[in-house]
């Protein structure tokens, strides 16, 4: 697989190694092909997205032991869908963001000018 790198051109660093996070579960937020859903962006969650998310019927707070998801709560980092996190950006939902974990390819999709409003690591 081809080296993916974060917006700013650098190395991919981890989104999160407790819980385990990433399309591979690796703790990156990278994807592939295969990744349908392109979970490439680094988020910290809270109650609003957590609540916004299970509405649209991606719940993301109730463990499923099967598939070894603890579940999450606020304050843990997560990769989540670029499009999951655009509609909550448009319902005034989205949570902050990592940009040195966040895919580079998420800028496709999103203007650098928003990533960066919602950036803890640069605000």
Aim: contains cysteine; hydrophobic residues 35%; positive net charge.
């Amino acid at each position: 697989m081809k080296k993916q790198l974060n917006i700013f051109g650098k190395d991919l660093i981890a989104c999160s190694l407790d819980p385990m996070t990433g399309y591979f579960r690796d703790g990156c937020c990278r994807s592939s092909s295969q990744d349908k859903g392109l979970h490439n962006i680094c988020v910290v969650v809270n109650s609003k997205f957590l609540d916004f998310s299970k509405s649209k019927g991606n719940d993301l707070i109730t463990p499923r032991e099967e598939f070894s998801f603890p579940g999450l709560k606020p304050g843990d980092r997560w990769c989540v869908c670029v499009d999951r996190w655009i509609e909550a950006y448009l319902s005034e939902c989205a949570p902050k963001i990592i940009l040195e974990a966040t895919n580079q390819s998420v800028i496709s999709k999103i203007e650098i000018k928003i990533l960066k409003k919602f950036a803890l690591d640069l605000n």
